[in-house]
C-alpha cells in the first residue's frame, strides 16, 4: 500500500488523561454478536489521498491539552494498581507524521513471510489535509492514559520520536519482544466516497518463510471481536459497509505487521477518511475520545476474559 505524501499538520498535543476503562461486568449488549469468519478473503487498497491537498487540518481536529510525557522505552508507568495490573499491551499507531519526506526509506522492501512489501507507507488523509499518521497518534495517546489507568504497562511502537517509519516488521518486533498479551494496529482507511464505517483486521493462517501465525489466530479473533463490539457502541458508528460484509471483522494474510507478529494482535481501521462524513468524525476530537474509550474498553475485556 502506498500513497501520494501529503504533508502531515504540526504535532498534536497529548491529550489530557481520560476516564478509566469500563469494568469487565460490563452487560452483554455492550458486545455485539458479531459473526465468526473462517477465512474472509479480498484485498484492502487504502485511497491515494487527492494531490494539491492543504496540509492544514479541520479546525475540529484541534490538540487537546498535553498529558504526562511517555517514559524513554516508549511507554509511561501505570499511576496506579488495577484490574489490568501486570498485563502489557503495545499499541502501534500507524504510520508516521514524517514518512512523506524519507520515500526512498519506507520503499525499502522488508520480508513479510508470504513475500515481500514496503518497510512502510505514508497513510491518507482527508481532503482537509488531517493525516492518518496523526489521528492515529492521537488516538494512541488516549488508549494509553485509559490503559494505564487501568494498571496496564503500556508500550507505543513510536511515539512521533523516529523520522520515519519503523517498518512493518519491526512493528511485529516491537510487539513480540513486549511479550505483549495484546497488541493493536490503529489506523484510518482511505476507500471511495460513500464508503463508510469500521472494520478489525485479523490474522489469516499463515505458515510461510519467517511466519507463522497458527498460535496467534484464535486469540487475535476474540480481541478483534471484543474490539468491534466495544467500539461500535462507544462511538456509534457501524461495522463497514465495504468491507466484512456487516460483520466489522476481515481476515488478511498480506500484511506484515499480523503475520510476523507471535502475540495476539489485530489493525482497526476507525472509518474512511476519504468519505465526508466519517472525515467529520475522524476529524472532532470527542470522538477520537470515544473511539479510544472503545478500543481500550474491548482490549480490557479480551485481557480480563
Known amino acids: 500500500m502506498q500513497y501520494t505524501s501529503v504533508p502531515p499538520t504540526p504535532p498534536a498535543a497529548r491529550p489530557a488523561a481520560r476516564r478509566p476503562v469500563r469494568a469487565a461486568g460490563l452487560t452483554a449488549l455492550a458486545v455485539l454478536c458479531l459473526p465468526a469468519l473462517a477465512g474472509c478473503g479480498g484485498t484492502e487498497v487504502k485511497a491515494q489521498p487527492r494531490a494539491g491537498a492543504p496540509a492544514t487540518a479541520a479546525p475540529s481536529a484541534a490538540?487537546?491539552?498535553a498529558a504526562s510525557a511517555p517514559a524513554a522505552d516508549g511507554s509511561a508507568k501505570p499511576s496506579r494498581k488495577g484490574p489490568l495490573t501486570g498485563r502489557t499491551v503495545v499499541i502501534d499507531p500507524g504510520h508516521n507524521p514524517h514518512n512523506h519526506e524519507h520515500t526512498r526509506e519506507i520503499a525499502r522492501q522488508v520480508d513479510i513471510g508470504?513475500?515481500?512489501?514496503?518497510?512502510?507507507?505514508?497513510?491518507?488523509?482527508?481532503d482537509a489535509g488531517y493525516a492518518?499518521?496523526?489521528?492515529?497518534?492521537?488516538?494512541?495517546?488516549?488508549?494509553?492514559?485509559?490503559?494505564e489507568a487501568e494498571g496496564a504497562k503500556?508500550?507505543?511502537?513510536?511515539?512521533?520520536?523516529?523520522?520515519?517509519?519503523?517498518?512493518?516488521?519491526?512493528?511485529?518486533?516491537?510487539?513480540?519482544?513486549a511479550k505483549a498479551d495484546a497488541v493493536?494496529?490503529?489506523h484510518a482507511d482511505g476507500s471511495a466516497v460513500g464508503n463508510r464505517g469500521f472494520h478489525v483486521i485479523l490474522p489469516a493462517l499463515v505458515r510461510d518463510g519467517a511466519a507463522d501465525t497458527s498460535?496467534?489466530?484464535?486469540?487475535?479473533?476474540?480481541?478483534?471481536?471484543?474490539?468491534?463490539?466495544?467500539?461500535?457502541?462507544?462511538?456509534?458508528?457501524?461495522?463497514?459497509?465495504?468491507?466484512?460484509?456487516?460483520?466489522?471483522?476481515?481476515?488478511r494474510d498480506d500484511l506484515g505487521g499480523l503475520n510476523m507478529s507471535t502475540v495476539a494482535k489485530v489493525f482497526i481501521e476507525c472509518g474512511n477518511m476519504r468519505d465526508p462524513k466519517d472525515a467529520a468524525l475522524l476529524t472532532s476530537a470527542s470522538w477520537r475520545r470515544r473511539a479510544a474509550e472503545g478500543i481500550s474498553d474491548g482490549i480490557a475485556l479480551y485481557l480480563k476474559g
Do not use: Q, W
Open 63 to 65: 490538540p487537546e491539552p
Open 114 to 126: 508470504t513475500g515481500h512489501k514496503e518497510c512502510d507507507t505514508t497513510g491518507t488523509s482527508t
Open 132 to 147: 492518518e499518521a496523526r489521528f492515529t497518534l492521537d488516538v494512541a495517546h488516549r488508549m494509553r492514559d485509559l490503559l
Open 154 to 177: 503500556v508500550v507505543l511502537t513510536y511515539d512521533d520520536d523516529r523520522p520515519y517509519g519503523p517498518c512493518v516488521d519491526e512493528r511485529a518486533r516491537i510487539g513480540n519482544a
Open 184 to 186: 493493536v494496529s490503529v
Open 215 to 251: 498460535r496467534i489466530v484464535a486469540p487475535s479473533r476474540d480481541l478483534g471481536t471484543r474490539i468491534a463490539g466495544r467500539f461500535a457502541a462507544a462511538t456509534g458508528s457501524a461495522p463497514s459497509n465495504y468491507i466484512g460484509g456487516g460483520t466489522g471483522l476481515d481476515v
